[in-house]
């Protein structure tokens, strides 16, 4: 059984939580890699609805171990009040989680220093989660930021935090968006917060690769999507952290000559929160139809998500970038109505055709998609779980992506619940997950 990296090829909110907990039955760890509680992975068990952030998926199987790698941004308040709704709802948490010591720690300060950025004259706005997420990575990679491991050492806390945050408060000041903060609470209540965390945190790096080298499977999931990655995304309108595959390395600490597979997962449509180019957005009367069929609406801010098109060179832009062995189309169903389904199968800017994907957002948000359009099938779908009991015309659609993306679809996803999922006999993604 090997390790797979399991994440999102568009812009968030694929239905990885369903596909994470659906196969995370198979592997003995899950492990997320970066984001933060900007993340909202839902997962239905039955008649109950568990909404993850920061938690990885895996850890509604009872006896799977889940583990949050150093790649991620963690503020305790979120973590803690996750933990103790999951524990209320009948699921073992602090026994079978494990927190990575060098994950950074997320403090009320970074809420505020956002407003730097989100709703300031001459700021590019991004519509953002406002989690705090952003200024946290700033910290990171400008070597000032406090980790787990600080948190846990309560008199190297103590000094460190007064002295990042008597920055913080001077910076909030100086450009007009201070908010009163006491500093002092703050400081005694991460305090507290970081005795009830102890017992989980660890050298996760360490604990995956003893884990691996002992013959254990880990399954990587990623949160947001290939195009909010911080690199490879439509930058600046992107997350903070690295989404794509490669940051499942520098998330966890395990090299990639210990990964075995990468599995995308895709809707049969495309959705997008937040500001930024969506070459496919339907801003007709079919974008406000996927949105209430597909109910679109943010799982962690409840915005409305900007609905449009499948759009083949970007599932090929980000097949390349993760190299894809294959993807999980879902949300199959909200479709069912559509007589015909327009598919963008290439982009046109000025007079030139493009086959890349352009590097600006001046550019992206200047392409025309070229579209062919797909017989609908108009019938339902929704909950089907056997592939030759799916219409014809749905296999069609299936087929004309698999073909024109080159990618195979190794999985097809016909509601939320965790029966209501096909996987393709003798796919490669069938031999993936073992
Ligand atoms: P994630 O962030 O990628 O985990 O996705 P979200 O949880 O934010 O959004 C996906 C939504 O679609 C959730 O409400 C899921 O329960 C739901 N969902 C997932 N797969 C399917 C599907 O195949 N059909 C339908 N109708 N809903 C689905
Ligand atoms: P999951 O894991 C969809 C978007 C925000 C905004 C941009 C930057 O559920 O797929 P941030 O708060 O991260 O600095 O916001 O990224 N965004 C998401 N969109 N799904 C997510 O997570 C997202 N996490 C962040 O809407 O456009
Ligand atoms: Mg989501």
Request: proline share 4%; hydrophobic share 40%; aromatic share 8%.
């Amino acid at each position: 059984m090997g390790n797979v990296i399991i994440l999102g090829s568009q812009w968030g909110d694929e239905g990885k939580g369903k596909i994470v907990d659906l196969f995370s039955d198979r592997f003995d760890i899950v492990a997320r890699y970066q984001g933060g509680h900007n993340a909202g992975h839902t997962v239905f068990i039955g008649e109950k609805k568990f909404v993850l952030k920061l938690i990885p998926s895996g850890i509604l199987r009872p006896g799977k171990k889940a583990v949050i790698g150093n790649g991620l941004v963690i503020d305790p308040v979120a973590l803690v009040s996750e933990i103790e709704s999951l524990e209320s709802a009948g699921v073992e948490v602090t026994a079978n989680l494990s927190i990575s010591n060098r994950a950074h720690v997320l403090f009320p300060a970074h809420r505020m220093l956002e407003k730097m950025s989100e709703g300031r004259p001459g700021r590019v706005s991004l519509g953002t989660t406002s989690r705090g997420i952003g200024p946290c990575y700033e910290d990171k990679i400008a070597r000032r930021g406090i980790r787990m491991a600080d948190l846990l050492d309560t008199a190297f806390f103590r000094a460190q935090f007064d002295s990042v945050m008597e920055e913080k408060v001077a910076i909030a000041r100086t450009f007009g968006i201070y908010q009163e903060m006491d500093l002092g609470r703050i400081r005694e209540e991460y305090e507290a917060l970081a005795e009830r965390i102890r017992p989980m945190v660890c050298d996760t790096a360490m604990l995956l690769n003893h884990a691996i080298r002992d013959g254990k499977s880990v399954l990587f999931e990623g949160a947001q999507g290939t195009m909010l990655d911080v690199d490879h995304g439509t930058y600046p309108f992107v997350t903070s952290s690295s989404a794509g595959a490669g940051g499942a390395c520098t998330g966890t600490g395990v090299a990639p000559t210990r990964i075995q597979g990468v599995i995308g997962v895709s809707k049969a449509y495309i959705t997008r929160v937040g500001a930024g180019p969506f070459p496919t957005e339907a801003l007709d009367g079919a974008g406000e139809q996927i949105r209430k069929r597909g109910n679109e609406f943010g799982a962690v801010t409840g915005r409305p998500r900007r609905c449009g098109w499948f759009d083949v060179p970007l599932l090929r832009y980000t097949a390349a970038i993760n190299g894809f062995d294959s993807i999980v189309v879902t949300k199959l169903d909200v479709l069912d109505e559509f007589d015909r389904i327009p598919v963008c199968v290439g982009y046109r800017l000025g007079s030139e055709q493009l086959a890349e994907m352009p590097a600006t957002v001046r550019e992206i948000e200047k392409l025309e998609p070229i579209y062919e359009c797909v017989p609908g099938w108009s019938t339902s779908t929704f909950g089907i779980s056997s592939y030759d009991d799916l219409p014809a015309k749905a296999k069609e659609y299936l087929a004309f992506l698999e073909e024109r993306t080159g990618v195979e679809i190794g999985c097809i996803s016909t509601g939320p619940e965790r029966t209501q999922t096909i996987v393709k006999a003798g796919s490669r993604l069938e031999k993936l997950i073992g």
